[in-house]
Structure formats: C-alpha cells, structure tokens
T-cell receptor, first 113, second 118 residues
Framework: AQKVTQAQTEISVVEKEDVTLDCVYE???????LFWYKQPPSGELVFLIR??????QNEISGRYSWNFQKSTSSFNFTITASQVVDSAVYFC??????????FGTGTRLTVIP | EPEVTQTPSHQVTQMGQEVILRCVPI?????FYWYRQILGQKVEFLVS????????KSEIFDDQFSVERPDGSNFTLKIRSTKLEDSAMYFC????????????????FGAGSRLTVL
C-alpha cells in the first residue's frame, strides 16, 4: 500500500531563512513517481516537481532544491532564502499504479516578513 | 499555458440535493481524475477515468457518486444526494499519461470547486 508521511504540520520561518520540508513514503512498487505540490491561500494545487524512482540525482532550481534518497524513502524539499510569497501548504505525493496520487497531510509554511 | 477549468468555484446546497461539478480538462489529455480535500485535511483520491470508463476508484467514491464525460470536453462529478460530510473542495485533474507509468506526465489540477452542504 502507498503511504506518504509529512511529519511537520506547520513551520514558521523568518524571511530569507532556508527551510526544509520533510517527506517519507512507503510503497511496494519498484517504479514510482514522487511529487511536490504547493497550495497557496487561494486554494489551487500548483505542481512543483516530479521525480521517478530511478532518478536519485538531486536538483536545484532557483531557490528550490530536492533531496531524494531511496535508501531512506525520503523526498525532502528545501527553499533557500524564503520569501513571503512562499507561504502556502506544501504537499508531497506518491503515484499509484493506476495513475492516482497519494498525498501526504501537508506542511503549512508561514514566512514571516 | 493550458489549464483545467472547474465550475462552479463555490456551490452551497441543502443536504439531500443533487450536485454536479463540472470540469474542462486540458484538450489533449486522456486521463481524468477527481480528488477532494476536506477543509484543513489532505487531498484524497476519488476516481480516475480513461477511455470513457472508470479505471480506479477509492472507498470514498460510493454509489452516491458518479462521473461522466458527456461530450468531448466536459468531465463531470455528480453527487446524487449530498450529505454534510460531502462539504469539501473538489479538484479535477487531467494528464496525458498515467501518472504512475514510465515516462508519465504530471497531473494538472484545476482551481477547485468548493462545495458547502447545509
């Protein structure tokens, strides 16, 4: 069975601080995808990144970076030099075999000016 | 940039009434999904739809729910007799390929339809 755990319910940081959002997943599939979505106060779900289970290369994209470690089943997400506009709920998600996504419970990030 | 469009953005209904939520997926996408998010909780999968039939559904998607693609563009979610616990944000999503397969594409979500059942 698929399961995604985001242990951090809420995080507050001061603007310009770095922040890492944790995600741990469980799956029996050998091929799977992991995602991060952002849900700003307006409510929509905004895709941030996708990683497949064969690609453990970590990446930096602007202020965002991702750390995928298969050995620990973790897919953490870091924002450097956080900004107020980063305030949102961030969801980690794992793909199911038939195309559905299993979401974690989300981490609410508040960036204080 | 192509987007998934959902209507209405907010609907208030009385318990027991039927509700239809509408979605226009991205035009070249083949896979369609409904998810829901009860206020303050996680996003939960309801149903996936491909080739004019349901490909998978969750335990939440009981006989009160149905989906339909009545024409080439719309994808609807019907709740036959709403209950208080159906109050939630309902998200439609579409993708060009199954999210879990090799070379998979990403689910693009609509902005959501907030349903309030009184």
């Amino acid at each position: 069975a698929q399961k995604v755990t985001q242990a951090q319910t809420e995080i507050s940081v001061v603007e310009k601080e770095d922040v890492t959002l944790d995600c741990v997943y469980e799956t029996r599939d050998t091929t799977y995808y992991l995602f991060w979505y952002k849900q700003p106060p307006s409510g929509e779900l905004v895709f941030l990144i996708r990683r497949n289970s064969f690609d453990e290369q970590n990446e930096i994209s602007g202020r965002y970076s991702w750390n995928f470690q298969k050995s620990t089943s973790s897919f953490n997400f870091t924002i450097t030099a956080s900004q107020v506009v980063d305030s949102a709920v961030y969801f980690c998600a794992l793909s199911g075999r038939r195309g559905n996504l299993f979401f974690g419970t989300g981490t609410r990030l508040t960036v204080i000016p | 940039e192509p987007e998934v469009t959902q209507t209405p953005s907010h609907q208030v209904t009385q318990m027991g009434q039927e509700v239809i939520l509408r979605c226009v997926p991205i035009s070249n996408h083949l896979y369609f999904y409904w998810y829901r998010q009860i206020l303050g909780q996680k996003v939960e999968f309801l149903v996936s739809f491909y080739n004019n039939e349901i490909s998978e559904k969750s335990e939440i998607f009981d006989d009160q729910f149905s989906v339909e693609r009545p024409d080439g563009s719309n994808f609807t979610l019907k709740i036959r007799s709403t209950k208080l616990e159906d109050s939630a944000m309902y998200f439609c999503a579409s993708s060009s390929r199954l999210a879990g397969t090799s070379g998979a594409n990403v689910l693009t979500f609509g902005a959501g339809s907030r349903l309030t059942v009184l």
